[in-house]
């Protein structure tokens, strides 16, 4: 095992312990003076507060990102001007190399330009929905009666289960749903709430947060078969544990399922359909694709989700065989953009070592629901406000501090992927460029409005004492918890995957998980200034220290290669 800096045992308290102790400790004392210590500037930390809090830009970012270019799905138009924005922003800031990079072909490019749901019979009604990415267009508005017919799937991610449910499917409704609207899932239930939509942390979540998992093994898995553990603790230990590339494999092979039922809607002739709100009701509705971003896979017909209450009603009526027709109307056009994946890319050139690299990032891109503002207008307005922050302040920096905002996150992690593959290293063959060496560490934001409470360290145990001296300044800001655990589901995931230390903040959930995340009402006035200001101070701080910090960041054991088919 290499030793690493941050792995320097730190001062212990001597007179605390028995005389052995005394004696290890003060050998700690000599090993820490020998390596290099953390340090924090708290000039340096109270400049960055004022200037995140007095000076804040944060809240117009977001106001350009949202209400103006939003909402930005990846190869859209609306993506496209919003990173032109971005770049001219950070320009203005004084970053001069901020620019758009291609990092590959995406799919279709899709900006809605009209849409409208109503219910005709028995009785005019205006639904709340949207049309969800890459429906296909109807031509000019369209009269049909809706019919029922749930598709019942019931582990997606037991494939071979998952093909003999879909065949049966096919089978029940073939020759039904020509000329229909379908309604592709069972009613929903509305239950009135009792608990809180909106969430902070609380000192046992966070101290549950701090605990160590219980240790686990990793559970048999067939990759090739795609075959996952039946269990759920098995399942969920897969995810943890299982390299990003080996995951992504098998969200891959779940997307098929939606790109079967869509072939079988074509093939029988049917118009649309509505799909209930997954999450939540009262007029919220989340929803993301209708179907595939591929050029070469069939566009999906227009799919609609509804909020639940009222497509309850449609199935009530159609239960009690009252007839129902319902107008809809979906146009999109790919003008104004080509489809292609875009990164943005910025730096601040450091002093004495410009060739390593500090990198914050988040991901730009949106679902189409709302505006994009807290997934990830948030995480894209505070990272570039990061980067106000630094270059406003003029901070010297040995190491260059780059900004990377991410485009394709949501349809798996393909911008930072692509940047991490390009440019450090294959997570696959685990073939590394030069740049690897150069990279100290990413940090990313991407969890919503809510304020950073600590860091998951990912597993990386020589961060622990690296972050609690950084993270000490913002106590009182609520920065408390520092976690061994993983988090996944955003782009800091690419560059773990090859070896390099790549850190997502824990932050408060607020409305995330109940109002915003991927829904119609993700949108500004969801966002928290004040939150967005902490996390702005925070994360520009942490970057700071790691830019000039005398050695790079300790790294995990390099994951060796893997053995998957392409
Ligand atoms: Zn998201």
């Not at 990912?458 to 609690?468: K, S, W």
């Amino acid at each position: 095992m290499r030793t690493q800096n941050g792995g320097c045992p730190r001062p212990g308290v001597p007179g605390h312990y028995g005389n052995v102790m005394r004696k290890i400790a003060l050998l700690g004392l000599l090993a820490a003076a020998l390596c290099a210590e953390e340090k924090v500037d708290l000039g340096i930390v109270q400049r960055i507060k004022r200037e995140a809090f007095q000076n804040s830009k944060v809240m117009d970012h977001l106001f350009w990102l949202t209400d103006v270019y939003g909402p930005r799905l990846t190869g859209s138009p609306g993506f496209t001007a919003a990173a032109n924005w971005a770049v001219k922003r950070l320009k203005e800031y004084g970053i001069e190399d901020a620019a758009t990079h291609e990092w590959g072909k995406f799919g279709r490019s899709w900006r809605l330009v009209k849409f409208s749901v109503a219910l005709q019979e028995p009785e005019y009604a205006p639904l709340i929905g949207f049309p969800l990415a890459w429906s296909a267009n109807t031509n000019g508005p369209v009269v049909a009666e809706p019919v029922l017919a749930p598709l019942n799937i019931t582990d997606n991610l037991n494939f071979k289960k998952t093909d003999e449910e879909l065949q049966k499917y096919f089978q029940e409704q073939k020759g039904k749903l020509r000329g229909k609207i379908v309604l592709l899932s069972k009613p929903r239930d509305v239950t009135p709430g009792t608990t809180a939509p909106s969430t902070r942390l609380s000192d046992t979540d966070l101290a549950k947060d701090a605990e160590a998992p219980v240790p686990q093994a990793m559970p048999p898995f067939d990759v090739e078969k795609f075959i996952l553990p039946e269990k759920q603790e098995e399942r969920r230990a897969f995810f943890e544990l299982a390299p990003l590339e080996v995951q992504t494999r098998f969200w891959n092979r779940m997307e098929k399922m939606t790109d079967e039922v869509n072939k079988f809607l074509a093939q029988e002739g049917a118009v649309a359909a509505i799909v209930p709100s997954y999450n939540a009701a009262a007029g919220t509705v989340f929803g993301e694709a209708a179907g595939s971003f591929k050029q070469n896979e069939l566009a999906a017909a227009p799919r609609i989700a509804l909020t639940v209450e009222h497509y309850a009603r449609i199935a009530r009526l159609l239960d009690k065989k009252v007839p129902v027709k319902i107008e809809f109307e979906v146009r999109s056009t790919p003008e104004g953009a080509t489809g292609d994946g875009l990164n943005i890319i910025a730096d601040i050139p450091g002093s004495t070592k410009p060739d390593e690299i500090v990198m914050v990032g988040a991901h730009f891109d949106s679902w189409v629901g709302g505006t994009g503002a807290t997934d990830n207008g948030t995480g894209s307005a505070v990272m570039m406000e990061v980067m106000r922050i630094l270059k406003a302040l003029n901070l010297k920096m040995a190491r260059t501090v780059r900004l990377g905002l991410w485009s394709g996150e949501e349809q798996g992690l393909f911008g930072s992927r692509a940047y991490v593959k390009n440019t450090f290293g294959d997570p696959v063959s685990m073939q590394l460029k030069p740049a690897h060496a150069k990279l100290s560490g990413y940090f990313n934001d991407d969890n919503g409005t809510g304020k950073i409470r600590g860091v998951y360290l990912q597993g990386n145990d020589a961060m622990r004492p690296v972050f609690e001296t950084w993270l000490a300044p913002f106590r009182d800001l609520g920065v408390t918890t520092i976690s061994i655990r993983n988090t996944s589901g955003t782009d800091h995931q690419s560059f773990d995957a090859v070896g390099l230390p790549g850190f997502q903040f824990i932050q408060d959930p607020v409305e995330y998980g109940r109002i915003t995340h991927h829904s119609n009402m993700d949108v500004y006035d969801h966002a928290v200034p004040g939150d967005l200001m902490q996390a702005a101070a925070v994360i520009a701080s942490v970057v700071y220290n790691a830019a000039n910090r005398p050695e790079m960041l300790p790294r995990k054991e390099l994951p060796g290669p893997l053995k998957l088919k392409n």
